[in-house]
């Protein structure tokens, strides 16, 4: 199995100078931690003075700090105002891309098929999409969890079943995100489980490479008991990355298991 990986999701948090502060604070903490995978996502306005900073840090020691972007369009360039490309991307050395979360779902109108064209296009690209999937407290309720996290799924990964060695991806209960209830560690290793067997499935076995994150109010207090479980293989953090000593601490916690 892959390293852990413990990913950091800033949200429109974070001017340039905010970034560069957070950086000077984490990057020192952080140093020669090999053994676990950290990516950090900034807002776009961030990246460059962040990718600055991350290779000038790797000059001077060791880290294992990763860049990514909380989102992508799937053309390479075009009349598409306001988007970001897949090759903007990697000119500053984005390593990571965050897809389909459910805010861009929820509040922007994202579907399964143009999810599905800009993981396609990471792959194709070089980036590593972190597809995000999860159901709303209104489908839970209704039992209905595993089939909306089959459907994202599926259509999301639609003729990259292949390809899942360069994927990862996140479990995020929508009823979780933002409200200061997690799932509890039973319910996210139910969904990751069935995640794990259904990608196994769908990639005939080339699965060893992708992690399963959980990411849903994830904090210092509930890290150590969600990475024990069994299919649980990182987190996608939000409001608790936003604290570089808090952030610092869930990775911790996370070693310490």
């Known amino acids: 199995m892959?390293?852990?990986?413990?990913?950091?999701?800033?949200?429109?948090?974070?001017?340039?100078g905010e970034t560069l502060e957070?950086?000077?604070?984490?990057?020192?903490?952080?140093?020669?931690?090999?053994?676990i995978d950290i990516m950090i996502a900034p807002s776009f306005t961030a990246l460059s003075s962040a990718s600055i900073k991350l290779d000038a840090a790797k000059k001077e020691g060791e880290y294992n700090v990763k860049l990514g972007a909380q989102n992508m369009y799937y053309m390479d360039k075009g009349?598409?105002?306001?988007?970001?490309?897949?090759?903007?991307?990697?000119?500053?050395?984005?390593?990571?891309?965050?897809?389909?979360?459910s805010e861009r779902r929820h509040i922007f109108g994202e579907k399964d098929d143009l999810i599905?064209?800009?993981?396609?296009?990471?792959?194709e690209h070089g980036l590593r999409p972190i597809l995000c999937v999860g159901e709303t407290l209104e489908e839970r309720e209704q039992g209905k969890t595993l089939s909306v996290v089959e459907k994202q799924i599926r259509n999301g990964l639609a003729g990259v079943e292949k390809d899942m060695a360069f994927i990862d991806i996140a479990y995020e209960p929508v009823w979780a995100i933002g409200t200061g209830v997690n799932a509890t560690p039973e319910q996210a290793q139910e969904v990751h489980m069935f995640i794990?067997?259904?990608i196994n499935e769908m990639s005939k076995g080339n699965d060893e490479k992708t992690r399963i994150l959980y990411g849903g109010s994830v904090n210092e207090n509930?890290?150590?008991?969600?990475?024990?479980?069994?299919?649980?293989?990182?987190?996608?953090?939000?409001?608790?990355?936003?604290?570089?000593?808090?952030?610092?601490?869930?990775?911790?916690?996370?070693m310490e298991v």
């Open 2 to 16: 892959m390293s852990y990986l413990i990913a950091a999701n800033w949200k429109m948090y974070k001017t340039v």
């Open 22 to 35: 957070y950086l000077e604070v984490f990057l020192p903490a952080v140093k020669d931690l090999m053994k």
């Open 116 to 123: 599905n064209k800009k993981v396609i296009s990471a792959i």
């Open 222 to 254: 509930n890290a150590r008991d969600l990475i024990k479980e069994p299919n649980i293989d990182g987190f996608l953090v939000g409001s608790a990355s936003l604290d570089p000593n808090r952030f610092y601490k869930i990775i911790t916690e996370v």
């Open 79 to 101: 009349a598409f105002t306001g988007e970001i490309s897949p090759i903007m991307l990697t000119e500053l050395e984005v390593e990571y891309v965050i897809l389909g979360h």
């Open 196 to 198: 794990r067997s259904l």
